[in-house]
Structure formats: structure tokens, C-alpha cells
């Protein structure tokens, strides 16, 4: 059963901490496998990639059929209907244009100490993105990953994607085309990361690494960490839907669905200001969650995490919302931009009733790939800036160097650091001679 | 001694790689013993910070004396000298005038089928900063954190810094102070890491948590990475010189040594054209090492980590760079912008030979904290961006859902999310009745 909670009732405090406070994720520990996988593809390299695919997808390789040819991915993507093929365009599309929006600019100015400061953006050379396998394969999160990164200039751009039994979804391989990824390898779990991370003779090593995972991708993500850049380390996904009492149910009980059915672990959340929209919701909840093709798993993300709220007004909803940092935010009221700008920590909202939250998964133009798990408080979503990086510059002229430099030796003085003073003072010509004598 | 290489020489790739890949920190593993001192601090708060006080720092605190109050501040910072607090301001405020312009901007655009898109920033509401004590105490790294956090927004600056034996830099909180720091905690190492990250009756928990700090530190902000997020996990420093033939072969020696000084694990290179030159400064530094009051530390970190290297050309010069990826990058040649734009990945680029990287590591304005050991591949310097997360916003009206909504719906479609396409065809009037029966 979702859980009931209610602003005026004097054991909400208690309620809403613990429906924040609940594990939604199994963190079994799956570190040391990851590790001795880690180790085994840097020692062996194919080899190892050959033999772990061999034991966990059952598919027998080579080092040279690792990777997909270009025939192998054109007799795929003919496979795709015109209708698929002409929903994932117009997704890619928009998704670029979204996300072009996003390059950060250079900059450069001189001060009037005559120092010439500023930073400039580049793109990451190479980058790594993991597409889950099986059920689990989204076309979708292709094109999310993989077009922010060809939009910030990321030069090579590898995938890897686990093909269990050998099957694989064209939709993948033509969201990879038309995203421009240069390389496609049917490798998955930790040892994909590895590779990767570290190279093999066939697979050239990236500087960053994106994209979902289970638990060992995600171990070895985070054990990789440093070695290469990642993105995140994504959790079970969320919605808060927060609506007025002027809504059509139904529209909002398919919202929470669309999340509950993605994972048993998922949570859906809604805050309302009308003790019958909760009602009608939770009603209309319950007459769907039979019809769908993924009950079971609606079903329990429903009943071990989905939660409805009554709130005495919307400032209250959004206060509980801060609080939640949800990773979707749907504002189902009258005016939902005068309700954003209250709640601060949000991953993605989707304003007024007809921004269903599912148009943002593929087709509105922003990135699916979302802080979860509260970390919406200190994170962002994917999106350019993860696949480029700023170099700081500053270029001083002899009276610039006069006018700021004396602070430097200063501070250099007074942090022990004389050899940091002397670089300054010898240009300067103030440095003391008995220093280098 | 230091290692000379020549591009033009049989030998070179391999001893380039030596040195790439040579290891210049000594992973000891403390993660078990962190593990536990968040276990404790997460399970008797304030009381295990000041029991692991008394025994890390040797310091007698009470849950009352955790937090310096405004007139013990007061009383440090009046021992600062007014030429030291002069040299403070004058860096604080060019950090401050730089990160300033950092501040990212929103965006929202309504594009032809009618969904209004965008973005907003906003500032991570409350984070925590560790400064480390004793020896690398460091003034300047106080204000290369607080001052961004500031800038962004944030409300609530926290700063931990251990005091061993009672003792405080006062320029410490002179930064603090200067930066606008709401809160400092004279606790350290990895007890003070678990009580930003989870709280504590007396320390309010943080979002995000920054800082320079030794093993146990750096090992604790792994730990808790995702119950807050963190900058990052700095390894040994290092500069990379690039000169050509026309240079202070004594300049170049102290802005090698300035960054050998910090660490016998820090790394210092130099890049020239000209033999003779290489040959200068090595010189250079030999006879300036045994004058340093560091002679011990930065004479170490030149034998062990020290590299001199010979060019045929600047082009060369720059694509060695190029697979450095370093921290610092000083370019004292003719044309230093023109190197610089060949120079993709760095940290921070310091043009031209009135710009010493002691400079950028005081005054210039630019942040000091730049990533190491090769991730300038994929990383940047701390800024305001490390201290605001974006929101993506989106709007559709009923036409624009219209346009764009089938897609999503076919989309779901293939990937198997029922759900995900009947909340887009509840709201088009498309929604199969049979669902919902």
C-alpha cells in the first residue's frame, strides 16, 4: 500500500522523514568481483574481454569480431519500421538543438593591472558510453549520451553495448548512427568499463565514461573514477507530481505509472493541496495497475515506495519538494512557473498539465540522465558541459607582474613557500642574491 | 637525478612513457579505518568528533567548543599583520573579480511547435570546506574555495579545519572571514568529512563538500561522494615548462622548483628547443636547491620526479604537452597564445614570461585548485560552476504535445514502457480505452 500522509496530521513530520529516509536500492556488495575483473582485462586485455562475454552473455568472440562492422550495423538498422525510424529523428533532432544551446562560451579580458585573464573550453578527446543490454537497451539514452558529447566536439566516440545470446536491438544500433558514434563493441558489465578505461590491443582507451549500469558497471565506474572521467553514479529514478485540486486524475495516475513500471525500486510521489485529488489519483492508480504489461513491477515500485501527500497550500508543497530534490518535478497547476521558481533543487520540472513527464524521456529536447537519490541538492543533469572542460588563462605584462606580484611573495612568505616568492621576485628584481649564492 | 629526454632520440618514446606512467603517490589503504570513523560519527556524533579530537589532534573539545566563536576569531585575526591582511584582500578580491564572472546564465526559448524550453542555475544551498591544518594550512586555498562558493549563491559556508594541539594559522580565519564563512569547526581528517555529509546535533549536515586534504580525507570524500557530492580527488601537483631558447634559464629554475617545494611526490618538467637551455636550467637548480629552506622536499621531488626534455620544434613541444594533460602549463616562448591554442588539455595555461605560476596560485585571480596527474583531460579547475547545479525546464502547450507527443509515444512503444506512452495519449484523447478497463 502507498502511504498516506497529510501536512496537518501531527505525525507527518515522523512520516515524511521516513518515506525520505527509506533505502530504495539493494547496495549488495559486488566491489571485489569488479576489482579482480578490473585487474584481469588490464593484464589480458581481449583475451579477458573474450572469455568474461563468453561466460556472462554466452557469446562466443574474437578480437576481431568484437566489434560491429559496418555491414553487421547497416543489415540491423534495416530492420527498423519507418514509424521508429522517423520517432528516433525527430527525438535526435530535438535533443541537438536542445543541447546546443548549452556550449559554454570563451572568455578573455585585461584588468587594469594590464593582466589578461579569461578561460577557454575544450572538448574531451574521447569518450566511453555504456548502453545496458537486454531489456534494459534504450534507444533512447543512446541518443541522450551520446549527442551532448558529439555537440561539445568529442572527437571518438565508443559504445559499448553487452549483446546476451548475441541479440541486440537495432533501435540501439540506429540510435548509435545517428547520434555519428564512430565505434560500437558488444562487450558489457565491469570488463566493458575496463576496456574502456585502460585500452586492449583493439580497443583504445577514452577519457571519460558515461551511462547506465547495474551494479557491477556502476562498482566499476566508481573504481575507475580518476583514471578517466565518469558522469554518475545513478541511482533508482523518481517523480513528484505536485497538483492543484483542478487536474484530471488519470493524467496524473499514468505520470506516476510511467514511473513505477521503469524498476520495482522506482518512486512515485505525489503532493497535492486537495484531499480528493489524492484520493482520485490513488483510485485511478489502482484500476490501471492491473492493465499494464509491466504490473508487477508498477505494482510493487507502487506499494513499497509511492506516497501521496495533502498540503494545506502550494508553498507548502513546494518546501516538501526542496526537501525531496526529486529527480522529475511535475508542476499540475495553474501557474506553474510562479511554483518553479520556489522549488530550488529539482533535476528537471515539466510545467502545466500537458508537460507529461515521458515527453521529456524522448522527445522534449532535455536530457533524460538526471540526478537521483536527493542529489539533485548538488548535481545536474547530463549535458554538454560533462563532455568539455575549461582551461584557466592568464598572461601578465612586466607592470602587471609589479602591481599584483609583491602579494604573491607575500603570501608565499607567509605559507613557507620561498621558492613560490623567488619566481616572482626574480623577475622583478627584487629577489635577495643570498638566496642563490 | 633528474631524467633528460630527447625527442630525437632511439629511446625516447619509452622513457616518455616511463614517465607518464610512473606512480607518484602511495595509495596506502585507509579505507577500512575511514569506514569506520564515519560509522562512529554517523552513530554518536558530536561525541565521537570530539573523542577522535582528542586522540588525532590532541585537543580537549566539548560539543560547546566545536565551533570557533566570533571573538576567538576576533582575537586570531587581530595577530595578522596589516602587510599580510593587505596581500589577503588584494588576492581575494582579484579571486573574487574573476570567479564573478563564472556565474552561469539561464536560458528559455520557445521553439515552432510551441514547447518553451530552457534552463536555470541555481546555488548549492549549504557547503562545507575542509582546510587542512599544520603545515599545509593554506590561506590561499581558504579563499580559492569560499570565495566560488560565495559567488554562487551558496547560504550556508562551512569550514573544518583541525587545530593539533590547539594551534591556528590566524591567516586562516582571516580567509575565512574575508570570504564570508558562516561557520568553522576546529575539527579534522575524517571526522570532520562524516559530519558535513551527515550531520551532527551541532554541525547542520552540508550539499557539497570541498577541499584539499591528506589520505584519510580524500578517502572519506570518496566514501560519502553521492550523499553530498564533492570537487574532487586531488593527487600530487605537478608544472609542465614549456621554453625556447630566449629565456632566465634562473626563472624558469625557481618556477620548477616553486611546485617542487610543495611535495616530494610533486613533479616538475620542462620542455625546450634548445639544448643548451635544458642544460641552463638544470644547472640552475642544482645550485639554487641547497639554498632552499625545503631543500629536503623539493630536492627529492627533482631527483625522483624531475624531467628535462628536448624538442625538435614548439609543435613537438605541444603535443607532448597534449598527452601530460598537466596541472599547471607555462608557456615562455615568443608567441604564447599562439602555443596555447595548440595546447588542448591543461589546467591552467600561465602565457608568456612575466607570468609565473606562483601568481596563479596567490593573485592572478584564476583558481589554484586544478586537476592532476593526467585528468585535465576530463576535468576542470575549481569554479562557481562546482557550486550551482541546473534545473532543465519544460513547457508544452496542447498544440506542441500534440506535434511532438506521438513520437514519445512510439518510442515508448519499442522500448517496452506502456505507461510511459498512455500519460502522452491520456492527454491527445488517443489513449486506448481497453488500458483502462
Chains 1, 2 share one sequence.
Not at 505509472?257 to 489519483?281: K, N, R
Not at 498540503?311 to 499540475?332: K, M, Y
Request: charged content about 20%.
Amino acid at each position: 500500500m502507498p502511504v498516506f500522509l497529510n501536512t496537518s496530521a501531527a505525525d507527518f513530520e515522523q512520516g515524511f522523514r521516513a518515506m525520505l529516509s527509506a533505502k530504495r536500492e539493494d547496495s549488495s556488495d559486488v566491489n571485489d568481483a569488479v576489482t579482480a575483473i578490473i585487474r584481469d582485462v588490464r593484464a589480458r586485455g581481449d583475451l579477458a574481454l573474450c572469455e568474461l562475454t563468453a561466460r556472462f552473455d554466452r557469446l562466443q568472440l574474437t578480437p576481431a569480431t568484437l566489434r560491429f562492422t559496418p555491414e553487421e550495423i547497416a543489415a540491423e538498422v534495416a530492420r527498423v519500421t519507418p514509424e521508429d525510424r522517423a520517432a528516433l529523428m525527430l527525438a535526435a533532432e530535438r535533443i541537438r538543438a536542445y543541447h546546443a544551446r548549452q556550449m559554454p562560451e570563451d572568455a578573455s579580458w585585461t584588468d587594469p593591472e594590464g593582466a589578461t585573464l579569461g578561460w577557454r573550453w575544450s572538448a574531451v578527446s574521447a569518450a566511453g558510453l555504456y548502453v545496458p543490454g537486454g531489456q534494459a537497451a534504450y534507444p533512447s539514452s543512446v541518443l541522450m549520451n551520446a549527442i551532448p558529447a558529439r555537440v561539445a566536439g568529442v572527437e571518438r566516440l565508443v559504445i559499448c553495448v553487452p549483446t546476451p545470446d548475441g541479440i541486440i536491438n537495432p533501435l540501439v544500433l540506429l540510435a548509435a548512427q545517428l547520434s555519428g558514434v564512430d565505434e560500437i563493441y558488444r562487450i558489457g558489465g565491469a570488463q566493458a568499463v575496463a576496456a574502456m578505461a585502460y585500452g586492449t590491443d583493439t580497443i583504445a582507451p577514452v577519457d571519460k565514461i558515461t551511462g547506465p549500469g547495474n551494479a557491477y558497471v556502476a562498482a566499476a565506474k566508481r573504481q575507475v573514477f580518476g583514471r578517466v572521467g565518469i558522469d554518475m553514479i545513478a541511482g533508482p529514478s523518481e517523480v513528484l507530481v505536485i497538483a492543484d485540486g483542478d487536474q484530471n486524475p488519470d493524467w496524473l495516475a499514468w505520470d506516476l505509472l510511467a514511473q513505477a513500471e521503469h524498476d520495482a525500486d522506482a518512486q512515485s510521489i505525489l503532493i497535492t493541496t486537495d484531499p480528493a485529488m489524492a484520493q482520485a489519483v490513488a483510485a485511478a492508480v489502482d484500476r490501471i495497475i492491473p492493465t499494464l504489461d509491466r504490473a508487477a513491477i508498477a505494482g510493487a515500485s507502487w506499494r513499497d515506495y509511492g506516497t501521496l501527500i495533502v498540503v494545506r497550500d502550494l508553498a507548502e508543497a513546494a518546501a516538501l519538494s526542496n526537501r525531496i530534490a526529486p529527480e522529475h518535478l511535475e508542476l499540475c497547476v495553474d501557474d506553474p512557473e510562479g511554483l518553479a521558481a520556489q522549488c530550488i533543487h529539482a533535476g528537471a520540472i515539466f510545467l502545466g498539465a500537458h508537460t507529461p513527464e515521458a515527453v521529456g524521456d524522448y522527445v522534449s529536447g532535455p536530457n533524460h540522465v538526471l540526478p537521483t537519490a536527493r542529489s539533485a541538492r548538488f548535481s545536474s543533469g547530463l549535458s554538454v558541459m560533462d563532455f568539455v572542460k575549461r582551461t584557466t588563462m592568464a598572461r601578465l605584462t612586466p607592470g602587471a607582474l609589479a602591481a599584483i606580484g609583491p602579494a604573491a611573495v607575500r603570501l608565499a612568505a607567509s605559507e613557507g613557500l620561498q621558492a613560490h616568492g623567488a619566481s616572482v621576485q626574480a623577475r622583478l628584481g627584487t629577489l635577495n642574491e643570498r638566496l642563490t649564492e
